[in-house]
């Protein structure tokens, strides 16, 4: 069955950085767009960026352009969301989740496959 584990969630201060990461497993990975999306206590899960296929596009939430990266390694069937300059409002559920389709599609229900989610908690 298909499986998406996260991994690298934790506890930073303010401006510092984490590097989230996502083993993917029995899927054809580069058949798949792959993203990430969180939750903060209380709020809906939020589209936080996406990767095509084959890593050539990306698309970012506003609320993190510029900040975050996502990067995609198919030989290892790994996704990646490097993030920088942390701020207290970051702090949510990480998960990462696989969907085929379009590139441009970011709503949750047009992701197929979700992982079970990482904590990241920035403090002040």
């Known amino acids: 069955q298909v499986q998406l584990v996260e991994s690298g969630g934790g506890l930073v201060q303010a401006g510092g950085s984490l590097r989230l990461s996502c083993a993917a497993s029995?899927?054809?990975?580069?058949?798949?767009?792959m993203g990430w999306f969180r939750q903060a206590t209380g709020k809906e899960r939020e589209f936080v960026a996406v990767?095509?296929?084959?890593?050539?596009?990306?698309y970012y939430a506003d609320a993190v352009k510029g900040r975050f990266t996502i990067s995609r390694d198919n030989a290892k069937n790994m996704v990646y969301l490097q993030m920088n300059s942390l701020k207290p409002e970051d702090t949510a559920v990480y998960y990462c989740?696989?969907?085929?389709?379009?590139?441009?599609?970011?709503?949750?229900?047009?992701?197929?496959?979700w992982g079970q989610g990482t904590q990241v908690t920035v403090s002040t």
């Open positions: 989740t696989g969907g085929q389709g379009a590139v441009w599609m970011v709503g949750a229900d047009t992701y197929e496959y």
């Open positions: 029995g899927l054809t990975f580069n058949n798949y767009r």
């Open positions: 990767i095509s296929r084959h890593g050539s596009i990306t």
